[in-house]
């Protein structure tokens, strides 16, 4: 029994295949996030036993491919090629900061030491993952514990970032007392373990809920159209806004504040210009005077032609009307105001834009490739709210409610809760929907904001401020409903000063850097 323990413990692969296994069960909808301690323990031990950086490199990345492959695999339901691209990529990508673990595991520094410069390299590649062209935060250690938010509840002080903060340090000096047992590394490893769970359990017995300033009754709708048919599966456009209309008026009152739709749910395209198009004067008009009619705002996605007469922008589509981008957005109806648009700021690399698109067109001094009409969607630039009775709140599309980071802007500038519309339909009956409705529950947290939720075939609901579930739909069922949402105005420290964790433990991975080159020289 010892022998065959000694065989797995000094064997990289079977320990890169069992990680991979341990990292893909820690994330949603399985229950079982305290097997990620586990699953990076093992990954410090295959950096302990490879020569080089590179081989380091070399041998995690199995175990990330397989992390990959079991968390989102359901990629590949929307674009086979893409989601296989994304899986190989990011599963690269990741392995960046081991190679930067393995070079400050090699110097002659304390244990404890060693151990938060690993976990600020983590952290370090994490937070620079979300700020560019290819970012996929999907994968972030903190999602693991989204369906545990007893736990967490220190978010509110440190951004999600904390979570991967805890597990990461913890297991990095578990790894180091393995190798060197000594009081003071054991010390650090037992404060660090139990702190942040202590540090959660307390906010939730001893801090107090924040007191609304009013509540807004808001309808969620959830219209369950199939997104591989056109007009979401009904003979014309005007049929599925029918079918919006009808769910919408089930379950509306005459206190109703704000009525929500998904993304996509207007199946006609909708131009920000009169006169063009038909459909979209018609469907522009019809849900202003619904607005109008039920004296409330309504918040829906679409697709958005905007066309430039003036400070037209890089890589314009042309058409005989003039230049033109199209934006995957939310459009805001009002009683007696005109229609507001907030064009959509993280778009999926690859699936709703190709990546380094201006640099692709830049670099392209031939013309070889027409980027102006591949780029696919316009990206958005400002975080744009809607109004509702006195207060704000952002229709954060689908991918943008996993940026922490660019929800900060909306929180600051007084967002009276959260809006999420989004359509996880395009990825079936997989666990990609459940994923994306837990990591919701950590906004809730981190902000101190309820949130509601809108998703074309589920799971729409809405989740309080302590990430606790208040309605939760089926998936795959057309239905909607009606509650009563506190509208806050408090803010958390993680809202007041961002993401200071991630600025800490690039300071230190900047250190860390230093730190191998001045040893590697001399």
């Given at each position: ?5 000694r ?6 692969w ?58 989102t695999y ?9 989601g ?24 002659s ?9 690993q ?31 007893q ?6 002080v ?15 000096l578990?790894y ?6 000594k ?18 359990i ?9 007191e609304?300033?009013?509540t ?16 979401g ?31 996509n749910?207007?199946q ?6 009169d ?14 005077n ?14 958005f ?27 805001g109806?009002?009683?007696n ?14 699936v709703e ?15 070889l ?9 316009g ?21 943008d ?14 967002a ?17 929907h ?5 990591y ?7 902000f ?6 809108s ?9 309080a ?42 300071f230190?991975s ?13």
């Open positions: 029994m010892k022998n065959s323990i065989q797995f413990w000094d064997n990289s079977t320990l890169s295949i069992a990680a991979g296994i341990l990292l893909g069960l820690s994330y949603p909808p399985v229950p079982l996030p305290f097997l990620i301690f586990v699953a990076f323990l093992l990954v410090f031990r295959i950096i302990d036993l490879s020569d080089s950086a590179r081989e380091a490199a070399y041998k995690v990345y199995p175990a990330f491919l397989i992390w990959n492959i079991i968390t359901w990629l590949v339901m929307a674009t086979v090629a893409g296989v691209a994304a899986i190989l990529a990011n599963a690269a990508v990741m392995t960046i900061p081991v190679m930067l673990q393995y070079k400050v595991q090699q110097q520094l304390p244990p404890w030491f060693i151990a938060l410069l976990t600020a390299f983590w952290l370090s590649y994490e937070y620079l993952h979300h700020l560019w062209d290819l970012a996929w935060p999907w994968l972030a250690v903190g999602n693991a514990w989204a369906n545990v938010p736990l967490v509840q220190y978010i509110s440190t951004g999600y970032w904390g979570i991967s903060f805890w597990v990461i340090f913890t297991t990095a578990g180091q007392y393995l190798q060197k047992p009081y003071s590394t054991k010390f650090a490893l037992i404060t660090v373990l139990l702190i942040f769970p202590i540090w959660s307390s906010i939730s017995l001893l801090g107090s809920e924040t609304p300033e009013q807004h009754e808001v309808v969620v709708v959830q219209p369950n159209f199939d997104s591989y048919e056109p007009n599966g009904f003979e014309s456009a005007q049929q599925a806004n029918n079918h919006l209309l009808s769910l919408t008026d089930s379950v509306i009152t005459q206190n109703t504040r704000l009525i929500v739709w998904p993304e749910a207007v006609n395209q909708i131009l920000n210009i006169g063009y198009r038909n459909f979209s004067d018609r469907t522009k008009q019809q849900l202003t619904y607005a109008n009619k039920r004296d409330a705002t309504l918040i829906t996605g679409a697709t032609f905007e066309f430039y007469e003036d400070d037209v922008p890089a890589l314009p589509r042309t058409s005989q009307r003039g230049a033109y981008l199209v934006f995957n957005a939310a459009l109806f009002y009683p105001k005109q229609m507001e648009v907030y064009r959509k700021h993280n778009l999926v690399p690859i834009r190709i990546p380094f698109v201006h640099f692709l067109d830049a670099i392209d001094f031939f013309g490739v027409n980027w102006n009409k591949i780029q696919n969607y990206k958005g630039y400002t975080a744009d709210q809607f109004s509702v009775n006195g207060t704000a709140t952002p229709a954060l599309i689908c991918y409610s996993v940026f922490p980071n660019w929800i900060l802007n909306y929180v600051r500038n007084g009276g809760y959260l809006t999420i519309i989004t359509n996880d339909g395009w990825w079936g009956n997989t666990s990609g459940e994923q994306h409705f837990a919701a529950r950590l906004r809730a947290i981190e101190d904001r309820w949130i509601v939720r998703a074309n075939n589920g799971i729409s609901g809405i989740i401020p302590d990430g606790s579930i208040k309605v939760e739909t089926p998936y795959w069922k057309t239905t909607a409903f009606n509650y009563e949402v506190p509208v806050l105005t408090s803010q958390t420290l993680y809202t007041r000063f961002g993401d200071w964790l991630p600025y800490l433990m690039m230190l900047t250190l860390g850097i230093g730190i191998s080159f001045r040893k590697q020289t001399k």
